[in-house]
Every structure is written in C-alpha cells, then in structure tokens.
C-alpha cells in the first residue's frame, strides 16, 4: 500500500502537469507513461508533496511531435518530500518514461 500511495503520487504529479501543457496546445496528442523506476529513500511519515519541474522538457516534447508527427518518449522526474519533518529532504525519487503522440 505504501510504495502503490507514492508511486500514485508521483503519476498524478506529472501527469497533470504533461495533461496542462498538452491542452494548451490545442492538438489532440495521446499521453501514456511507458514505466516506472522508483527509489524510496526515507519513510514518508507525513503529508507528502510531490514536485515535477520538466514542464520545459514536456513543451519540448510536444513541439517534437507536432513538429514532425512523430511519437516521442522521454524519461520525467518527480521528487517527494515530507517538509514538515524532513524539510527539502527528499524521500522518494520517480522517474516515469512520457509518451506522447498527436492523432
């Protein structure tokens, strides 16, 4: 149930953020995330926050396809932290692989 909470966590985190983007662009593009690697670092024994900085690589990705209508696969970090124990410490690092193609 633990790692299935963080690993929710963190396909919520990016995929949000790649879904704005992706709206934005007014193109129909199908996003999928391929896999998943995780690392768990310390026990999350609090709220969790989890924070993905790649929308420029996810803009990227979708002038890509755009651009050459082609499918394009690159890999998307989410970090989680607990900051009202560890602070910017963090306890989870993800990396899930974003794909997306225009239709």
């Known amino acids: 149930m633990y790692i299935g909470a963080l690993a929710v966590g963190a396909d919520l985190c990016s995929a949000l953020l790649a879904l704005n983007l992706i709206n934005k662009s007014k193109i129909k593009i199908v996003p999928i995330f391929k896999d998943l ?10 709220d969790v926050h989890f924070v993905c900085n790649e929308g420029e690589k ?4 979708i002038n890509a396809v755009l651009k050459e209508k082609i499918r394009v696969n690159e890999s998307i970090d989410v970090i989680a932290y607990v900051p009202s124990k560890l602070g910017e410490t963090p306890v989870a690092k993800f990396s899930l692989t974003l794909s997306i193609k225009a239709y």
Not at 37 to 46: D, Y
């Open 37 to 46: 690697h995780a690392e768990f670092i310390k026990r999350a024994e609090g």
């Open 58 to 61: 996810i803009n990227q990705m």
